[in-house]
């Protein structure tokens, strides 16, 4: 996996072997490794971001998951969130960790601080904080359309892909917060919905 992280940015394959343990739920790991490639996507065409904030936020922001009750995880996101006190918990545990983790690593005490004000919040607010806010956020929703995410997503909810882009077109296109970040989100879901016409076709 190192190659996976070779970029100019520091410390990421360290980052990621000490998020990695509190990634096993929610196929979390899965998900930041898609979500930090597409972050890197992102950052290419935004040369004013911080990537050495970005990068590190993304593989840390999902954490804290991994201290929320197993049998409560997959009710406390998505179009109907039973439990939104829990959605905010599992930012507050992913500071704790996300801390802890880049402490280890002698992180200065201000890329610290901006990489820990990406990870607060990044599900319970929806709005735009910053540039490097708004790629953060575009970059874990991004993950959703590629055919991995839509996998993942019927899996979670019993769902098949025909259901499931419905709601990426309604429910999470109208949250993309970059040009870019939109492009891109409508690009893979015009593709997943041509590839199900073809098997419609097809059958």
């Not at 806010?133 to 970059?139: E, S, V």
């Amino acid at each position: 996996m190192d190659a996976f992280f070779d970029t100019p940015v520091g410390n990421l394959a360290a980052i990621w072997l000490g998020a990695r343990p509190h990634l096993n739920v929610r196929n979390n790991d899965e998900h930041t490794l898609f979500s930090f490639m597409l972050a890197r996507t992102l950052l290419e065409k935004q040369p004013e971001a911080d990537p050495e904030v970005v990068l590190p936020a993304i593989l840390l922001h999902d954490t804290g998951w991994s201290k929320i009750p197993p049998d409560k995880i997959l009710h406390a996101f998505g179009p109907n969130n039973q439990y939104p006190e829990l959605t905010r918990q599992h930012e507050l545990e992913s500071l704790t960790i996300a801390t802890q983790v880049l402490t280890s690593l002698a992180y200065p005490e201000n890329q610290l601080a901006a990489i820990l004000a990406l990870i607060d919040g990044h599900d319970t607010t929806k709005h735009a904080r910053s540039l490097n806010d708004a790629i953060h956020k575009d970059a874990d929703k991004l993950w959703r359309y590629t055919p991995h995410g839509n996998r993942i997503i019927g899996e979670w909810f019993g769902i098949e892909q025909a259901e499931v882009l419905p709601i990426l077109e309604h429910y999470v296109l109208p949250g993309f917060l970059t040009d870019e970040g939109r492009r891109l989100a409508t690009l893979m879901l015009q593709t997943a919905k041509l590839d199900l016409e073809c098997v419609r076709m097809n059958v």
